[in-house]
C-alpha cells in the first residue's frame, strides 16, 4: 500500500526538521564552539545543560559535552581567577575558592562601615513615619538629610513607597534587610517611643522658650560713617542647616 496523505506529510515535515537543525548546526563553525560556549555561560544566572548549550550554539550534544569538559581543563590548568563546574545538572562559571577572600572584600568594601548618629536619627524618622517623605524627614530633624538618605538607599535599609497624592514626592519606607539587621521580623515589633519621650513639663518648657522672641541688639552708629564691611556667605549646601556627611563612618 502506498503512503496516506497524512503519512507523506508527517514524513515532510521530519525532513524539513531535520534540514533546519543541520543547517543551524553549520551556522556556528566547529572552530568558534569554544568561544560561543563562554559567550554564552558569561550572561546565565543558573546552571545549563549540554542540550541547553547546544541548542543555544548550534552543535551536537556529545561535542558541547567534550568542549565544555576541556574549557574546565584549561582553566584548571592556567589557575584562572574563575572555574566551569557541572553542577546540579548544568554547567556554570564560579570564582576559585583560593581567590574568595579577594572577592568577599571586593563585595564588602564600604559595608562594614557603621552608621553615623546622623544616619542613626533618619533612619528611626523613617522607621516610625513610614512611608514618609524625604522634606518631611528633614523637617522633623531639623536639617537636610539628602546625603543620609542616599547612603541608607545604597545600604539597602531604604527604599521608594511611591509617591504622595498631595505633592507627588517620592516616600521611602524600612526594607526587609533594615529588620534582619535589627533582629525583628515585622515593624510591630520595634520598641514604644513613649519610655525615651521628655516629659511633658520639660517639653512645655523647651517650647515657651522658643516662642519667646529674643530682642535683636541695634548696633551703635558708627561716628565715622564708614559702611560695614560685608560677611562672607556661606557656600550653598553648607552652614548649621545641613548634614556634615553622608551618613557613615569609618568602622
Do not use: C, H
Not at 150 to 178: H, I, K, M, P
Amino acid at each position: 500500500m502506498g503512503e496516506t496523505s497524512t503519512e507523506q506529510a508527517q514524513r515532510q515535515a521530519q525532513q524539513q526538521a531535520q534540514q533546519r537543525s543541520e543547517q543551524a548546526e553549520l551556522e556556528v563553525p566547529l572552530t568558534a564552539l569554544r568561544p560561543s560556549l563562554e559567550a554564552v555561560l558569561m550572561v546565565a544566572d543558573q546552571p545549563l545543560d549540554a542540550p541547553t548549550l547546544a541548542t543555544a550554539v548550534g552543535r551536537p550534544v556529545d561535542e558541547v559535552t567534550t568542549a565544555l569538559a576541556a574549557l574546565a581543563g584549561e582553566y584548571d590548568e592556567q589557575d584562572r581567577g574563575f572555574e566551569l563546574r557541572n553542577v546540579a545538572g548544568g554547567w556554570r562559571f564560579y570564582t576559585r575558592e583560593a581567590f574568595a577572600p579577594v572577592v568577599e572584600r571586593f563585595v564588602l568594601e564600604g559595608q562594614q562601615a557603621r552608621l553615623t548618629q546622623a544616619g542613626l536619627e533618619t533612619l528611626a524618622v523613617v522607621a516610625y513615619k513610614q512611608p514618609v517623605s524625604r522634606a518631611r524627614v528633614s523637617a522633623i530633624r531639623g536639617v537636610n538629610v539628602d546625603g543620609v538618605m542616599r547612603t541608607l538607599l545604597s545600604r539597602g535599609l531604604v527604599e521608594e513607597a511611591g509617591q504622595d497624592a498631595e505633592t507627588g514626592a517620592n516616600l521611602y519606607r524600612t526594607t526587609g534587610y533594615f529588620l534582619e539587621r535589627i533582629g525583628v521580623t515585622s515593624l510591630d515589633d520595634l520598641p514604644e517611643l513613649a519610655p525615651y519621650l521628655p516629659d511633658m513639663d520639660d517639653l512645655e518648657d523647651e517650647l515657651s522658650a522658643m516662642s519667646t522672641p529674643t530682642p535683636e541688639p541695634v548696633p551703635a552708629p558708627d561716628p565715622l560713617g564708614e559702611p560695614e564691611p560685608e560677611l562672607p556667605q556661606p557656600a550653598p549646601g553648607t552652614g548649621p542647616g545641613t548634614e556634615p556627611d553622608g551618613g557613615t563612618e569609618p568602622a
